[in-house]
């Protein structure tokens, strides 16, 4: 054998050519069998009942489908003791698994490589050879080395490669809105605007009176589809559209577009350049709610697309009598409203995130859905498909069995949630008298109606990034007071927490210079950021004043404190903010104001700045990440995040403990608000208001009055003793079992009295 290293690097490069994982897992196998001059090279990956599946192979005799069950065999020696194993004679091995029909009993050597990925073996690399001759130091470096490869493969191979059969076909995505549909596909087949064609134009002037036509035209569309979304489904919905109105006014947003035409582009080029460069402009941020939105951005392109066709390609059915699933690559909300709500069970995109307004609207609707499923070959009109919104999976060509069983929980939920229901205008109260303040997170205008429908006590933490990150310039003051107001008008009488700019780092603005930075999380963001851009904080404080107007219940939240020369520059701002508009005869009202504790070095502070405060809000994510130094959205450590972690948990009782000390209001947002363990935990441990999302507050006020303070309390003395998540969290669910709530895989709450 030659060099087989000199080979890797070939192979290897070759490999980066190749379209899809299939292609490279199959160029793969058939080179490792080249290479090393062996007479069969096979890859066999875990299935989700953790047997190994037969994916691909060179030389193996069978056609069939193979399946080696969980511990069976050689394959699943070498899952087991998780090292190589490198044998002659196999058949003689005690683990030793024939494969009917494979005519395995010719080859007399065996070696069998594991794929680990992320610390887990999800699968195993074998070769065999009629020889029985063991191979060699340098064959096997030569196997580990592609089993690396293949291992980084394999998650993104289609699932349905590994099933027994043409039913129950399952495909895990993420969960966009929770509950469980069955239904019939019904196919979205909007165009993309990423696949059009690229040309050039030889006549710019003539484009633009096209672009101006077209531009028009799809105005004109996108307010009538708010009008009838309006009519139909309510202000709050209608909402979520005005995003698509606010890109087709944005002065940026134009500009590019007609600056593509100048350059030579033809109309759609310009369009799809357009909607790429502000696509990945958002595609790039860190924060999840705001990376989403680069999807709102694709599905105006996808509009504006459709309209320069001339032609309507959704499927528009003339009559619907059962329950359907819409399923498309880049579902909108245009798609949506199109079909009667009450036949309407399911949503399943192809692509999509879990903040995508999509997956908002479907929430709102109650529709359960589930993004980013990936390809779904020959799928067919009519196809049945169960949607599975509560772990984020969808079933295609369900056995009579399985719906049956979905069927049966989609039964208890109807009643469940017709009791969580109930519980709207009740207050969130412990079985003994403990009143917690349960607040929604907001964002976008579209956010608001969702926490009024749902009982919420007030707005926790409401993000103000949005409208200056989708336009040319900064928004003016006035355009400010006007989102503000909006959202002060809604929750009038309630409380609102609403955060200061948190951009910088990871969320440029695009009309400012760009500053490219090592680690944007530890880098110029929050505070930091609008200290050094005061023209900002201070139009966004006097807008904020403004809309606010005499209310005492709006609060001042700013992010990213970590130090006392922050706040105090922060306070000398609002102070001066509100002495401007004194002079300019307006009726001030200063609003509360107070700091994300989500910085630790925050923490440590707080015992200096607690008189300087009015409140302090635990942002609990940043702080989860920053304690335990690691990226949530990195997927080489993202498992590793753990918010129950003890390190976390014991820095949220010390912050609590100083709060007390001091007599400073205190509140938690981010993920550890919706999660039933973490929020018996954090009342247990003196938190008595949370922030969390409107579609999480019935669960999460119905366990707070299912649960005792001396439950809660009980509960948080033992978790303070664990040393791991694992601990704490079976603690919390062996409480909740002693209080007769049962969780399940797939239902988060199935028993438990609502009464109470």
């Not at 005690?94 to 010719?106: G, L, M, R």
């Not at 099933?163 to 019939?184: C, E, P, Q, T, V």
């Not at 009538?224 to 087709?248: F, H, P, S, W």
Request: aromatic fraction near 6%; proline fraction near 5%.
């Amino acid at each position: 054998m030659n060099n087989v290293m000199l080979e890797l690097t070939r192979i290897t490069q070759e490999v980066a050519q190749a379209e899809t994982p299939e292609a490279q897992v199959n160029m793969i196998v058939d080179a490792i069998s080249e290479v090393i001059q062996i007479d069969v090279c096979s890859l066999y990956i875990k299935n989700e009942n953790n047997d190994m599946a037969l994916l691909a192979s060179h030389g193996l005799t069978s056609h069939l489908p193979v399946i080696i069950p969980m511990g069976k065999g050689i394959v699943g020696l070498v899952v087991q003791s998780r090292h190589t194993i490198n044998i002659i004679d196999p058949e003689k091995h005690p683990d030793y698994f024939y494969v009917a029909q494979s005519n395995e009993e010719i080859f007399h050597s065996y070696c069998g490589v594991p794929l680990v990925f992320r610390g887990d073996v999800i699968g195993v690399l074998t070769v065999q050879s009629c020889k029985p001759v063991k191979l060699g130091s340098e064959q096997e470096a030569f196997l580990t080395t592609l089993a690396s490869h293949l291992a980084l493969l394999a998650p993104n191979l289609p699932k349905q490669k590994m099933h027994k059969s043409n039913h129950n076909l399952r495909y895990d995505g993420i969960s966009g809105a929770s509950g469980i549909a069955i239904g019939a596909a019904r196919l979205s087949l909007s165009v993309h605007i990423m696949d059009a064609p690229e040309k050039h134009s030889e006549n710019p002037a003539q484009e633009l009176i096209h672009w101006h036509e077209l531009h028009s035209m799809v105005v004109a569309e996108i307010q009538r589809e708010r009008n009838t979304v309006e009519k139909t489904l309510g202000e709050g919905l209608a909402l979520i559209i005005d995003a698509y109105q606010m890109l087709l006014a944005d002065p940026t947003f134009l500009k590019r577009v007609e600056d593509e035409i100048y350059a030579g582009k033809s109309l759609l080029t310009a369009i799809k350049h357009t909607i790429h460069y502000f696509s990945e402009l958002f595609r790039s941020m860190d924060d999840p709610y705001l990376r989403a939105r680069n999807e709102d951005i694709n599905h105006l392109g996808d509009k504006l697309y459709q309209a320069w066709l001339g032609k309507n390609v959704i499927v528009q059915p003339t009559e619907i009598n059962d329950p359907i699933v819409l399923i498309g690559n880049h579902i909108s909300v245009s798609d949506i409203v199109s079909l009667p709500t009450d036949k309407l069970v399911g949503i399943v995109c192809i692509a999509g995130a879990a903040l995508s307004h999509i997956a908002v609207f479907a929430n709102a609707l109650g529709i359960p859905a589930v993004m980013g499923v990936g390809e779904l070959k020959d799928l067919e009109e009519g196809e049945p498909i169960i949607v599975d919104g509560n772990t984020g999976r969808i079933i295609r060509r369900p056995s009579t069995h399985v719906i049956d069983e979905y069927q049966s929980i989609i039964n208890t939920q109807m009643v469940f949630d017709r009791q969580l229901h109930s519980l709207r205008e009740l207050p969130a109260t412990t079985t003994d008298g403990t009143h917690i303040k349960l607040l929604a997170n907001s964002g976008l205008q579209a956010d608001v109606m969702p926490g009024i429908q749902n009982g919420a006590d007030g707005i926790g933490l409401y993000r103000t990034e949005i409208p200056f990150m989708i336009r040319n310039s900064l928004p003016s003051e006035d355009e400010q007071v006007e989102v503000y107001q909006h959202l002060f008008h809604a929750y009038a009488n309630k409380p609102v927490y609403i955060r200061t700019l948190d951009i910088g780092g990871d969320k440029p603005l695009p009309y400012l210079p760009v500053v490219e930075e090592e680690n944007p999380a530890l880098g110029w963001r929050g505070v930091r950021f609008t200290l050094d851009n005061l023209q900002l904080m201070m139009t966004q404080l006097r807008a904020i004043i403004r809309a606010a107007e005499d209310r005492d219940d709006i609060h001042i939240l700013l992010p990213m404190v970590s130090s006392t020369a922050e706040l105090d520059r922060c306070i000398a701002l609002l102070d001066d903010a509100c002495q401007q508009l004194i002079g300019e005869g307006r009726t001030v009202q200063r609003p509360k104001m107070g700091i994300m504790v989500e910085v630790p070095a925050a923490i440590s502070l707080l015992p200096f700045l607690h008189n300087k405060l009015d409140f302090i809000s635990i942002g609990s994510n940043d702080l989860s990440q920053y304690l335990l130094a690691i990226d949530r959205n990195n997927p080489l450590v993202g498992k590793l995040y753990e918010p129950l972690h003890p390190a976390v948990i014991h820095e949220i009782n010390r912050i609590v403990n100083i709060a007390e000390k001091f007599s400073l209001p205190i509140s938690l947002c981010g993920e550890l608000a919706s999660n039933p363990v973490a929020v018996m935990l954090l009342i247990g441990l003196g938190i008595r208001r949370f922030s969390l999302s409107s579609s999480k507050l019935p669960l999460i006020k119905w366990i707070i009055r299912s649960i005792s303070l001396k439950d809660a309390k009980y509960f948080s003395q033992q978790a303070l003793e664990q040393d791991n998540a694992s601990a704490i969290r079976q603690i919390g669910m062996r409480t909740f079992s002693q209080l007769g709530i049962e969780f399940n895989a797939t239902q988060p709450l199935l028993q438990g009295d609502l009464s109470l």
